[in-house]
């Protein structure tokens, strides 16, 4: 069973698309990343899933249930990060996570949880003294509670340092680990890169591309940037026959250093080939694709 | 039923707001001192120490319609709509509620919070009252209270209502004052303007003239139902629905209709609040 299913959903506020026929499904038991610039229809997809907002057109389903007919079946089994969202100042962090628990009908210990999220220290202080980064972690101590089978992370790294966006990360796999789902937005790249299975990448509400991270590299024009240094400038034949090698799409040369944009895997062919014509590679050096390029490629061949 | 773990937290949460404990300690002065000044009053005309207990509960009544109404007001008008202000809501709803049980559980936690004041009010004014009274009935202050307590139901769940029918916190706010005001300060002349238009945009030459439903408006205010609802409870008290209605004959002047004026003000604009709520994008 698809642990979301979304199947043609349009929304419009007023005269704006906030989504336009988006369908996509995310399987049990994976990490997809859901990206996009801001204003992309991220937020509203999530809304739509949890019934913040309804849909103006389609339909979806979590779990294999509608939110729109059982939210609070959904919301039962689902932990939420949601984005924008607001504590209660003058409740502690562990009234919250109680509140979490109790609303959940769950026996979970608030301090565990809390402690997950390394604010333990913090339990009994009012939430509207929290920094950014601490309230980030209460909420999503909020979302753990009740052990759900999917977890919803909007934007779940704003405000963490780096070191609490690791945090982040390893609590993400310790959850894929337990058997939960997991579906995140976010514009941070590397986030996505790090930990998820496949990304989404949504543009003015409409998705471009939805591939695992190795295949979209792939499938875009330049997957790594290879630079060479010989010993003696490349001659003639030592050119043609590392533009020969399947993968490579271009090779510029400046005296002795060769420019190569190629697939990721063909790097030690184009080494082979310059070898074996007669030259001595002094240096090499390699620069993958970033996962930022390729969002720019898809975001703005669509915008 | 999980509107009793938003009922819990709203209680947490509400019972902390400053303004209600600046609101609290005004009515505990106000409360005791009512009780002082009457006595006071009291001696100038001394009469029968019976109806001199009843007549304080009029006094206190008064007291505690301007208290109530306007601590329900600041206590709930952003009790929904604040949250959607503020984004809380998502936090709220995250969480496997309905927007029925969050309403509901928004009406009974910060009427239990309202009730804490006006409990810890009547207390003080107990001690007041059976220090300088001879003659007093617990049983006749119990209800009195037991009164009190549900027209802060009915306030609360009027002001839950409206925060529930809108989106923003400054539009609860304009529509709670309003409501407010147009319901307590001027509902006597929306009655008297009812008779205008129907009477053909004149009022009548006396008061005698005046329709029968003319009393059942003003009559159904909320805090013209509280004094019928305590007038059939205290058996004897004076009250304004009877005075207002003593001449006339209808069912709904009648003082026990003051509690079905009350149970349709707590029910009908929370079901259109919540209704509304139902159906809103956050």
Redesign the interface.
């Known amino acids: 069973m698809a642990a979301i299913e979304i199947d043609r959903v349009t929304k419009r506020?007023d005269e704006v698309t906030a989504l336009d026929e988006l369908s996509m499904t995310i399987e049990e038991g994976e990490v997809f990343g859901f990206l996009g610039p801001n204003g992309a229809g991220k937020s509203t997809t999530i809304?739509i899933l949890?019934?913040?907002?309804?849909p103006t057109s389609g339909s979806c389903t979590v779990l294999g249930m509608n939110p729109q007919r059982q939210?609070?079946?959904v919301?039962?089994r689902?932990g939420?990060l949601?984005d924008?969202?607001?504590?209660?100042d003058?409740?502690t962090g562990r009234?919250?996570v109680q509140?979490?628990i109790?609303?959940?009908g769950g026996d979970d210990d608030p301090m565990a949880l809390l402690e997950r999220v390394d604010i333990a220290d913090a339990a009994d202080r009012k939430a509207g003294g929290y920094s950014k980064g601490m309230t980030q972690r209460l909420?999503l101590a909020?979302?753990l509670a009740g052990e759900p089978d999917l977890l919803v992370l909007d934007e779940p790294t704003t405000g963490l340092d780096p070191a609490g966006a690791r945090e982040m990360r390893r609590i993400i796999e310790a959850e894929v680990d337990r058997g939960a789902t997991v579906f995140f937005s976010s514009h941070i790249l590397e986030q996505v890169e790090a930990v998820c299975d496949r990304v989404g990448i949504l543009s003015e509400g409409e998705l471009v591309a939805v591939d695992t991270i190795d295949n979209l590299r792939d499938a875009t024009a330049a997957g790594e940037t290879l630079t060479v240094t010989l010993s003696t400038p490349a001659s003639e034949s030592a050119i043609a026959d590392a533009e020969a090698v399947t993968g490579v799409q271009s090779l510029t040369t400046d005296g002795a250093t060769l420019t190569i944009s190629c697939d990721g895997n063909v790097k030690m062919d184009v080494l082979d080939a310059l070898e074996s014509a007669g030259h001595e590679v002094v240096d090499f050096s390699t620069e993958e694709t970033s996962l930022e390029d390729l969002f720019m490629q898809y975001t703005e061949v669509n915008a | 039923m999980s509107w009793t773990a938003v009922a819990r937290k709203d209680f947490q949460d509400a019972r902390l707001s400053r303004s209600l404990w600046l609101l609290t300690g005004l009515f505990v002065l106000f409360a005791a001192g009512m009780a002082w000044v009457y006595t006071e009053i009291e001696a100038l005309g001394a009469g029968d120490p019976q109806i001199t207990a009843l007549g304080l509960y009029d006094f206190l009544a008064s007291s505690a319609t301007l208290f109530v109404s306007i601590a329900a007001l600041v206590l709930a008008y952003k009790a929904v709509a604040g949250e959607r202000d503020s984004g809380s809501v998502k936090l709220l709803l995250g969480l496997p509620h309905s927007r029925l049980d969050v309403v509901l559980g928004k009406v009974v936690g910060r009427t239990a919070t309202l009730a804490v004041s006006i409990v810890l009010g009547f207390v003080v004014a107990l001690g007041v009252i059976v220090t300088l009274y001879d003659a007093y009935s617990l049983v006749d202050y119990a209800l009195f209270v037991g009164v009190t307590l549900l027209f802060a139901l009915v306030y609360v769940s009027l002001m839950v209502g409206i925060s529930a029918s809108v989106s923003t916190s400054g539009k609860a706010a304009a529509l709670a004052f309003g409501t407010f005001v147009v319901v307590e300060l001027l509902w006597g002349a929306v009655a008297t303007a009812a008779v205008y238009v129907a009477n053909g945009f004149a009022l009548p030459a006396t008061m005698a003239q005046y329709p029968t439903w003319y009393f059942g408006i003003v009559s159904l205010s909320p805090s013209a139902a509280y004094q019928s609802a305590l007038a059939t409870v205290l058996d004897g008290a004076s009250t304004t629905g009877e005075v207002i209605g003593g001449t006339a004959e209808a069912v709904y002047l009648e003082p026990w209709f003051g509690f079905v004026w009350l149970t349709l003000w707590l029910l009908v604009p929370l079901a259109v609040g919540a209704f509304r709520f139902s159906r809103a994008d956050l």
């Open positions: 506020f809304d949890l019934d913040f907002v309804r939210p609070e079946a919301r039962q689902v939420i949601p924008g969202y607001h504590v209660y003058r409740l009234q919250h509140f979490a109790d609303s959940k909420v909020m979302a």
